[in-house]
């Protein structure tokens, strides 16, 4: 088991390039299976979730060539096999895509239940009504979703609750379902628009993405493309907030400001200074931080993906903050963790109540899941002393390099695998 121990106090300080966002590469990834041209798609990040999905495509008989690290060739004409399930897919939340894009193509699909971080119910049913709609029929058994259609015909749908993961499966089945479908209570996430964008780039027909009415006119065929995935927000917000948390100075580049405005505003709220350039973001923390409340939404409104590293800045924050989580019930498994590190926090229901404390001490501490895991590294950069972060193979689902980047940052940190590690390192920065 892999670890980062960090020892806290370093602000920091320069510029981070920021890689393509994990959530649109999946979807996308998904959706280049759809025909039976080559399609190419750039600025993929390498992370462990991209790279699982990627070879569970290549077991279903696809041509998946790496050209290097940022960019893959697929071709979906060879693909024999539409059962998709090994013990890494189900790891996974993401493999889900491959219903809406296996079905819209072949009207047929069994894919593994989906996994990934337990943060709380997902609205998987929503998929399903989905599919069912389009005229699909869809049951559970022995572990797989298994969908199947003689035809899809378009339909309205109307999502009882926003769910990008049902937006962008519904959206792929219906680019390939005969008539019109209109798609309302739409999530209207960048990497829903990126979906579209690309199943566009492919000859699709999606009108309204980025809206919350979806408007698609089926296709029979989708057609060869080259496509380039916009940059992750999550991964520029949790740079911009360890800039904040260590009083740095960083310059986030490659990156769209419009998409990280919810950031920037309670990064402002709460005493930074925040330059936007046209494809960059400066945060500097030069003043003592204050309190604010956050509470999290769908897009436009403040990501829940980046609740965990907001409140860990709260956390050593002037005043009582609140941060109210309104999207899923079990995203506070950090603050136990937390706590290790001097914080105070009190959870009731959905809402933390979080006493500003002047700072956080080096502890040993658990990674939950991906963003609390991003969040407690953000802490012990923060902190007094020497912080191990355990189990980071959640942080390394979602973070290409993480360590290096913050290390060119100015953090002293370092991925260890062993205890005598450990030891060499606290005896290196003593």
Not at 206 to 231: F, M, N, Q
Not at 368 to 388: K, N, S
Request: glycine share 8%; hydrophobic share 45%; charged share 20%.
């Amino acid at each position: 088991m892999e670890q980062y121990v960090i020892k806290g106090g370093n602000p920091l300080v320069g510029e981070v390039e920021i890689g393509g966002a994990k959530n649109a590469a999946l979807a996308i990834i998904s959706a280049a299976v759809m025909t039976d041209e080559t399609v190419t798609i750039e600025n993929l990040p390498n992370v462990r979730d991209i790279n699982v999905l990627l070879n569970a495509i290549s077991d279903i008989g696809a041509k998946v060539d790496r050209l290097d690290a940022h960019t893959v060739k697929m071709n979906g004409s060879f693909i024999h096999n539409l059962v998709v399930d090994n013990e890494y897919i189900r790891k996974i939340r993401a493999s889900y895509y491959l219903l809406g894009a296996l079905l819209g193509k072949y009207k047929h699909a069994e894919v593994a239940l989906p996994g990934g971080c337990d943060i709380g119910s997902r609205p998987f049913d929503l998929h399903l009504k989905g599919f069912r709609a389009l005229g699909a029929t869809v049951d559970i058994r022995h572990g797989l979703v298994v969908a199947d259609a003689r035809q899809l015909k378009g339909t309205h749908i109307y999502l009882d609750k926003v769910s990008v993961g049902a937006t962008i499966n519904i959206m792929m089945a219906a680019a390939m379902a005969e008539g019109k479908t209109t798609l309302e209570n739409a999530a209207k996430e960048p990497h829903v628009v990126d979906a579209a964008n690309f199943l566009n780039s492919m000859g699709a027909n999606i009108r309204g993405a980025g809206t919350d009415v979806i408007r698609i006119v089926g296709v029979e065929k989708l057609h060869k493309t080259e496509y380039s995935i916009i940059p992750d927000q999550i991964e520029a917000g949790t740079f911009m907030l360890a800039a904040a948390a260590t009083k740095g100075d960083v310059t986030v580049k490659n990156v769209i400001p419009k998409h990280l405005e919810a950031i920037s505003a309670k990064l402002l709220e709460i005493g930074c200074e925040v330059e936007e350039f046209d494809d960059a973001v400066r945060v500097v923390s030069s003043k003592p931080l204050h309190h604010t409340q956050v509470t999290t939404l769908p897009y436009p409104g403040f990501p829940t993906d980046m609740q965990p590293q907001i409140a860990v800045v709260l956390g050593i924050s002037e005043g009582t903050s609140t941060v109210t989580e309104s999207i899923f019930e079990n995203r506070f498994k950090y603050v136990g963790e937390l706590a290790r590190m001097g914080a105070n926090f009190k959870v009731e229901s959905n809402i933390a109540i979080i006493g500003g404390i002047e700072n956080y001490t080096g502890a040993r501490v658990n990674a939950p899941d991906l963003r609390a895991g991003a969040a407690l590294v953000i802490a012990g950069l923060a902190a007094e002393g020497i912080t191990v972060v355990d189990d980071i193979y959640y942080i390394e689902r979602g973070y290409e390099e993480f360590e290096k980047k913050l290390a060119s940052l100015g953090a002293v940190i370092e991925k260890v695998s062993t205890e005598k590690e450990i030891q060499k390192f606290t005896l290196k920065v003593s």
